[in-house]
């Protein structure tokens, strides 16, 4: 089926840790996943993405994990500051025609 | 700015009534994505189209329908509306289909009464 889960719904760190959030997918041919970052009221946005013949990719704080085998990725923000606060929302491209989205997570970064 | 246009912004209706909300697509993008996001909810997948034609449904109603102009610029109408169709509209473009980034409009709110 298609199908994207997303861990965990909210989450909360302190500034200046890491967050974490994971995604598990159902397709085993999904070879795009991209993370969106949503601000309240706004569109969300692209931040990283990978495809499936890279295990990893890293843009300044924010990196990407694949584990294809596992049909799991995960998104790590490092040195968290206020202005990550926001939705994050991972997906995977289901076929060649669409992107399924996970529900969503709530990152709070605590001052 | 995505440079992918979504009118109109805010739409405010009664039940029972339809209403059309229009996106035009990023200058050379030819795949249009239709979302809906509920409160706190995520990004339903409601229908996709390329070049004028339909190529993905999702969990769309038969209440809704969609096209894809010849000007590329897509239209969602959704009609006997529902409480429940209260919500954001997004409409995202891409260059082609499937595994490409996908660029997000500003969105339309729906509030139904």
């Known amino acids: 089926g298609e199908n994207v889960e997303q861990h965990p719904s909210t989450l909360s760190v302190q500034e200046g840790d890491s967050a974490v959030i994971k995604c598990t997918y159902s397709d085993s041919a999904s070879n795009y996943f991209p993370w969106y970052k949503q601000e309240l009221g706004k569109r969300p946005q692209l931040i990283i993405d990978i495809r499936s013949n890279v295990g990893e990719k890293k843009d300044q704080r924010i990196a990407v994990t694949l584990n294809k085998t596992a049909k799991h990725f995960s998104l790590h923000i490092t040195e968290t500051q206020p202005e990550d606060s926001a939705v994050y929302f991972c997906?995977?491209?289901?076929?060649?025609?669409?992107?399924?989205f996970g529900q969503g997570t709530r990152l709070t970064i605590n001052p | 700015d995505s440079g992918v246009t979504q009118t109109p912004k805010h739409l405010i209706t009664a039940t029972g009534q339809r209403v059309t909300l229009r996106c035009s697509p990023r200058?050379?993008?030819?795949?249009v994505y239709w979302y809906q996001q509920s409160l706190d909810q995520g990004l339903q997948f409601l229908i996709q189209?390329?070049?004028?034609?339909?190529?993905a449904k999702g969990n769309i109603l038969e209440r809704f329908s969609a096209q894809q102009f010849p000007d590329l610029h897509s239209e969602l109408n959704l009609s006997s509306l529902e409480l429940g169709d209260s919500a954001l509209y997004f409409c995202a473009s891409s260059v082609e289909v499937g595994a490409n980034e996908q660029f997000f409009g500003p969105g339309t709110r729906l509030t139904v009464l």
């Open positions: 200058s050379g993008d030819l795949s």
């Open positions: 997906a995977a491209s289901i076929g060649a025609q669409k992107l399924v």
């Open positions: 189209y390329y070049n004028g034609e339909e190529r």
